[in-house]
């Protein structure tokens, strides 16, 4: 059974960047899309960026400029650069391939 896990989370304060990595049980060339998704306290879970098998990305428009997906297909893991964060990005992190989830990553921004 294929397995994703979550890490890179933490505490950060305003302005501060992190970078978040998933890393997979097998090859990622399976996976034509791959994403972060984010639950914030009292909130529904969001997409917060994919990526393509090519590289096409898409991102929510909150964090747009901020946020950076990338993957790597020869180490089968899923990236997020974050940049420039702000107190709302606080969240529970999840790396999503399909019907895949990881178990999630706590990033807390504040002052």
């Known amino acids: 059974q294929v397995q994703l896990a979550e890490s890179g989370g933490g505490l950060v304060q305003p302005g501060g960047s992190l970078r978040l990595s998933c890393t997979t049980s097998?090859?990622?060339?399976?996976?034509?899309?791959m994403a972060w998704y984010r639950q914030a306290p009292g909130k529904e879970r969001e997409l917060v960026a994919r990526?393509?098998?090519?590289?096409?990305?898409d991102y929510n428009d909150s964090v747009k400029g901020r946020f950076a997906i990338s993957r790597d297909n020869a180490k089968n893991t899923l990236s997020l650069q974050m940049n420039s964060l702000k107190p709302e990005d606080t969240a529970v992190y999840y790396c999503?391939?399909?019907?895949?989830w990881g178990q999630g990553t706590q990033v807390t921004v504040s002052s």
């Open positions: 999503n391939c399909n019907s895949l």
């Open positions: 097998t090859i990622i060339f399976r996976f034509n899309t």
């Open positions: 990526i393509s098998l090519g590289g096409t990305t």
